[in-house]
DNA sequence: GTCTATAAACAGATAGAC
DNA sequence: GTCTATCTGTTTATAGAC
């Protein structure tokens, strides 16, 4: 049965009675943005962490400075209060992620450029690369956390996101599918259909749980994640190529 | 026993936080589920919303009291504290959405029994129902928020939840979808394209922000619940049509 | 069963030493 | 910039009246 649990008798609330031996600071899988082992970047890596794990309100300061291993006075001091630093972390995140992934810049005239399906090819290759970001970097399972409870429940912190991060590349998304299939990528049909195909990556993250259970993995390492990744690839390009022909049926006749 | 539900009429929002006029007891979108208007009822109902909505740190106790309109003593009487509420609002869920949604019992030679295209039907027609009761339903909105956040982050309720509600169902989604493509329902590639197929909608309750903003959409009335399920629908039958048909030809081979 | 009152622990924010 | 100490309000849980 499997079930995941990650504390059976009651939350864990205050957290670990010991001292962190390891400051977060040094944790490897964050160390790649918010980069420097100032107190300012340490407090930005533990608090998409804790923001991510717990929410804004479940995550408390004195576990963020705790975790950080620097003074809860500083939270106030560089980002002037609880509510800053959570803004802090959601423009690290955007700065991050587009570092990594890439995508960006790629203007209109380039796809307008692709036929259907060097399209195909693109969007699929974009597809993997968010899901290889997504589920497989250890380094942004935090990272991946934090963006999802953004999601279900938006705060300031989203507003930035959303503008920076996640409009423009849902937009090429939508370009690269809509030059795929020969619609209008500014037409519902398409923005519906790209949001629910990148749904098939987003339920490994949001019901890992039940992913897991079912599976009856522990964790999702790299050869599992390639199964995931060529299901959905399947899928994409079955989506692709059915919506084309029906398409062309459709003006032939 | 299944219950007659009749059609919400659309309405916003549950009680505002501040000086709910009247107690959530009172709500009729809830009303289908913890039935009675006894302390017990209107706690779990409050429950389900504001666990939901805030996450079970998030919530407080007296907040929950409040929408329920009773006192705050209630839930250490009747629950044995905060914990014991968030596990009963899991077990009324469960019961819940086994009432509206259906599909249970499909014993497995009943599924052994449909051709592929019955299969086929009965896939889509399930993930339908389910994609309408997650996104269209005004009194599971609470339920489906509850859901998602246990499975980022499970607890001692997400077992209960995953045993009785979850594991069933996705297995009866398996075996149909497998009957449909002709391949082992418990093989590691159907429950892989069974969750992502799912993921499809769960994008639309999740990433519903993104997915609004994209759309200029402020709710997802009925109208744009069925252009929703048009794009999945199509995409479900794409992906079991391409698949089937890889199957046949590699075993021709 | 439901209420008031309160206890004990925790939250975020800040003043001021260094 | 970083620290200690503390203020003020809120949290869950409980004791005891009715």
Redesign the interface.
């Known amino acids: ?1 499997l ?9 864990p ?1 205050a957290a670990s009675p010991a001292a962190p031996a390891v400051p977060a600071s040094q944790t490897p899988q964050l160390a790649a943005f918010a980069r420097g082992d100032d107190t300012r970047s340490a407090l930005i890596r533990a608090g998409i962490d804790l923001f991510g ?6 995550a408390s300061t004195r576990e963020i400075a705790r975790a950080a291993g620097v003074n809860i006075a500083g939270i106030a001091y560089h980002f002037g209060g609880k509510s800053g630093l959570h803004l802090a972390c959601g423009e690290a995140i955007a700065g991050f992620v587009a570092e990594t992934i890439g995508l960006l810049p790629v203007p209109e005239t380039v796809v307008a450029g692709l036929d259907a399906e060097a399209a195909t090819e693109a969007f699929v290759a974009a597809v993997n690369a968010l899901g290889r970001f997504m589920l497989g970097r250890a380094e942004a399972e935090s990272v991946a ?1 934090f963006m ?7 705060s300031a912190t ?1 507003a930035a996101l ?1 503008e920076t991060l ?2 423009p590349r ?1 937009e090429i998304m939508c370009r690269l599918f809509a030059r795929a299939t020969g619609e209008d990528p500014t037409s ?2 398409v ?3 790209v ?10 993250r ?6 897991l ?3 009856g993995w522990e964790v999702i390492d790299p050869p599992r994640l390639d ?2 990744l060529a ?2 690839t ?2 994409i ?3 692709i ?3 084309r022909a ?1 398409l062309s049926g459709e003006t032939r006749s």
Do not use: C, K, W
């Open positions: 049965m079930v995941p649990m990650i504390d059976p008798p009651a939350r609330r794990r717990n929410g804004f309100d479940g956390r999802v409870r953004e999601q279900m429940d938006p989203f959303y996640i409009r849902h519902e049909a923005i519906i259909a949001s629910a195909l990148f749904g098939q990556i987003m339920f490994f949001v019901g890992r749980a039940t992913a259970a079912r599976l199964a995931i299901v959905v399947a899928n390009r079955a989506a190529a059915t919506r029906a």
